[in-house]
């Protein structure tokens, strides 16, 4: 049973930014992603990065603002979060997949393992 413990949440004005991480309590050799919540709504794809890292996924709400990276020797996952808007605002949480092959990064229901979340508060 892999888990992931989230940090890096907070308050943070506009434009301002971010970086969540994403620690497991082992090596996820998959598929990590990241995803969000807001209140009222479902939740939604932000970004996923396959266990090599050398392919990473972006919604194209996040595009060229949100970098996803890893660090195998750490079991970690990162989340840098540039740019921020109001519209960002959600619990933000981890997600792992222990075997990936290519295919549905977007779909919560790919993954086998998430966190407990972390809050993400952006003020205009």
């Known amino acids: 049973q892999v888990q992931l413990v989230e940090s890096g949440g907070g308050l943070v004005q506009a434009g301002g930014s971010l970086r969540l991480s994403c620690q497991a309590s082992?090596?996820?050799?998959?598929?990590n992603g990241w995803f969000r919540q807001a209140p009222g709504k479902e939740r939604e794809f932000v970004a996923a990065?396959?266990?090599?890292?050398?392919?990473?996924y972006y919604a194209d709400s996040v595009k060229g603002r949100f970098t996803i990276s890893r660090d195998n020797a750490m079991n970690a996952v990162y989340l840098q979060m540039n740019s921020l808007k109001p519209e960002d605002t959600a619990v933000y949480y981890c997600?792992?997949?222990?075997?990936?092959?290519?295919?549905?990064?977007?779909?919560?229901?790919?993954?086998?393992?998430w966190g407990q979340g972390t809050q993400v508060t952006v003020s205009s």
């Open positions: 997600a792992a997949k222990l075997s990936y092959s290519s295919g549905s990064y977007y779909r919560d229901t790919t993954y086998d393992y």
């Open positions: 082992e090596r996820t050799y998959g598929l």
């Open positions: 990065t396959t266990w090599r890292g050398d392919n990473t």
